[in-house]
């Protein structure tokens, strides 16, 4: 499984920005920490999914010292935000999708999509967790 940093910035009235610096392009958002924390996980799925589909190579996870040296951002970051590096596990990806038919109570599917903008990413993340036994 491999290993993403992720950076998170907290601003006080608008929550948590969340940026990779290997996958140029991808920030994302959160309320609280937590909120946060889910989307990094979903957003990189969700990323590197579309990458994988696409044909295209996934970029090998750098370090902190890698990214210090090599991420053209990272003297902006360092000198403008206050931040915390997280890493982000990528869960596998699968070679194929399957469509599949479900049926969900009304509620927990709004509760879905108040929390996500891809269903299917979402259910497979939650099911990659239950199946892994990391479930809370």
Do not use: C
Request: glycine share 6%; proline share 5%.
């Amino acid at each position: 499984m491999k290993h993403y940093i992720a950076l998170f910035e907290y601003a006080d009235n608008s929550g948590y920005r969340i940026v990779f610096p290997d996958f140029p392009g991808l920030i994302l958002t959160g309320d609280t920490y937590e909120d946060a924390y889910r989307m990094a996980h979903e957003g990189l799925a969700f990323d590197t999914e579309m990458m994988f589909a696409d044909g295209e190579k996934l970029p090998e996870p750098r370090t902190l010292e890698q990214i210090k040296a090599e991420w053209k951002d990272w003297a902006k970051w360092v000198k403008n935000y206050s931040f915390i590096v997280v890493p982000i596990s990528l869960l596998p990806i699968r070679e194929k999708s399957i469509r599949v038919n479900i049926t969900l109570p009304e509620g927990i599917l709004q509760r879905i999509d108040s929390v996500s903008k891809n269903r299917s990413a979402f259910l497979a993340q939650a099911a990659e967790i239950m199946l892994s036994g990391n479930s809370r």
